[in-house]
């Protein structure tokens, strides 16, 4: 168990659709990482929030927005979804000073646009 | 930008045997670190081995260990003694030692094990 909790763990909507992933980081991690992972493709970074902060962002489209709360939870916001936009979506978090390095990654949210 | 390389989109190794997955990056910075992540079936993200830059010694963990050539920016993966719960994606991945930096990812070697 990572510690980082995502819901929900699958999601079915339709074209158009407007859907919210979210995302709780491991206690006392500031940043938290929203990635796509297509299928059969790599991990796509999608943006990065630090102490609710935006951070870095990276490929993420236009209809899709993120935010982390003060509590250091975050949502990633889907809109006008199309198919392929089907994916598996995973937040990540790290700490402030991390001493191994590593970012600790959900269980993904499986979204699939009918 | 930084960018990591996996050359070999898919290998296969039969049980008990040792098998060497391939990474290359490209960067300018000095301080970093440097992963590899296993995706099983079950799709969920599991840390195999991470590796200092400034450390001179190659990192090892169980059955796993890896060859660090800083100079040729080249990072690669052996895995002894196989087993069936070894195969899935490998991912190797990137991240700066600036603090809160994102993990830049390969496109993952797919490894399937024979019995």
């Known amino acids: 168990d990572s510690g980082v909790t995502q819901t929900p763990k699958h999601l079915i909507t339709a074209t158009g659709q407007r859907v919210t992933l979210r995302c709780s980081p491991r206690?006392?991690?500031?940043?938290v990482y929203w990635y796509q992972q297509s299928l059969d493709q790599g991990l796509q970074f999608l943006i990065q929030?630090?102490?609710?902060?935006?951070?870095a962002k990276g490929n993420i489209l236009e209809r899709f927005s993120a935010q982390q709360f003060p509590d250091l939870h975050s949502e990633l916001n889907l809109s006008s979804l199309e198919l392929g936009d089907s994916a598996l979506y995973f937040c990540a978090s790290s700490g402030r000073v991390s001493g191994t390095g590593e970012l600790f990654f959900g269980e993904g949210s499986r979204l699939t646009v009918l | 930008a930084q960018t990591v390389t996996q050359s070999q989109p898919e290998m296969s190794v039969q049980e008990a045997e040792t098998v060497t997955l391939s990474c290359t990056y490209d960067t300018s910075e000095s301080d970093y670190y440097l992963f590899w992540y296993k995706q099983p079936p079950s799709r969920q993200m599991i840390l195999v081995i991470r590796q200092e830059a400034y450390k001179q010694q190659n990192a090892t963990e169980n059955r796993f260990s890896v060859n660090f050539q800083k100079a040729a920016k080249s990072f690669s993966l052996k895995i002894s003694d196989s087993q069936l719960g070894d195969a899935a994606m490998y991912f190797c991945?990137?991240?700066?030692?600036?603090?809160?930096?994102?993990?830049?990812f390969g496109k993952g070697t797919k490894l399937t094990v024979n019995p």
């Open positions: 929030y630090y102490n609710g902060e935006e951070r």
């Open positions: 991945a990137y991240r700066h030692q600036g603090g809160s930096e994102k993990l830049v």
């Open positions: 206690s006392g991690d500031l940043s």
